[in-house]
């Protein structure tokens, strides 16, 4: 069955630094999605991604992030100076179409600890 | 903001007794309605999904009712198993509204005992 993966599974980074955490998606799906959750807190949307483009992106994601599609297969996350409260884990999903049509499938995720 | 509520943190139950996992929502643009199940490191995998103009959804021991005019919607699990012991999410979205985003509650963590 086809999958989301996510690399790396865990990422250990200084406070100020820049991370990039990787997604393949499921390779049909069109539309690509970044959430996270702090520990013990509640899964957030951060961003929606189609065609190449920001659909919809949430308050938290500011200007530390970006995302890209560098590739016809990779999907990535940047942080471009994280702060201590950027530790959480970041999961990827994708779907074939809209929320309003498909289901978002999500990856194992990726956590992320800025020390 | 708490748009999607869980109240109840944890649900332990009997093997091949129910489970009935419950959510709360506050949004009235929400129209679309998920249960994620979630094992410990790995990412939420989809269960079962209802339309607002659904009142059930069922798919094997899986079940989902909403009560639109209550704002609730609960997920029954008959029978159930000890494999299904996980963190179960609540999701909802706004399809109407054109928004990608699933809104998640903060999760119910099932313990299904033999």
């Known amino acids: 069955e086809p999958e989301v993966t996510q690399t790396p599974s865990h990422q250990v980074t200084q406070m100020g630094q820049e991370v990039i955490l990787r997604c393949v998606p499921i390779?049909?799906?069109?539309?690509f999605y970044w959430y996270r959750q702090i520990l013990g807190q509640k899964v957030e949307f951060l961003v929606s991604f189609y065609n190449n483009e920001i659909s919809e992106k949430s308050e938290i994601f500011d200007d530390q992030f970006s995302v890209e599609r560098p590739d016809g297969s990779n999907f990535t996350l940047k942080i471009r100076s994280t702060k201590l409260e950027d530790s959480a884990m970041y999961f990827c999903?994708?779907?074939?179409?809209?929320?309003?049509?498909?289901?978002?499938?999500f990856g194992p995720g990726t956590r992320l600890t800025v020390l | 903001d708490q748009q999607v509520k869980q109240n109840s943190p944890s649900l332990s139950v009997q093997e091949g007794r129910i489970s009935i996992l419950n959510c709360d929502y506050t949004?009235?643009?929400?129209?679309?309605f998920l249960w994620y199940k979630k094992y410990p490191a790995e990412g939420p995998t989809f269960l079962i999904s209802?339309?607002?103009?659904?009142d059930k959804n069922e798919d094997g021991r899986f079940t989902v009712f909403l009560n639109k005019s209550a704002k609730h919607l609960s997920l029954h699990i008959v029978p159930s198993q000890p494999g299904d012991s996980a963190v179960y999410f609540c999701a909802a979205s706004a399809r109407q509204g054109g928004s990608e985003k699933l809104v998640f509650g903060k999760g119910t963590k099932l313990t299904v005992n033999p």
């Open positions: 999903a994708s779907s074939f179409l809209t929320v309003s049509t498909d289901t978002q499938y």
């Open positions: 209802i339309s607002s103009i659904k």
């Open positions: 949004n009235s643009m929400f129209d679309y």
């Open positions: 390779s049909n799906h069109l539309y």
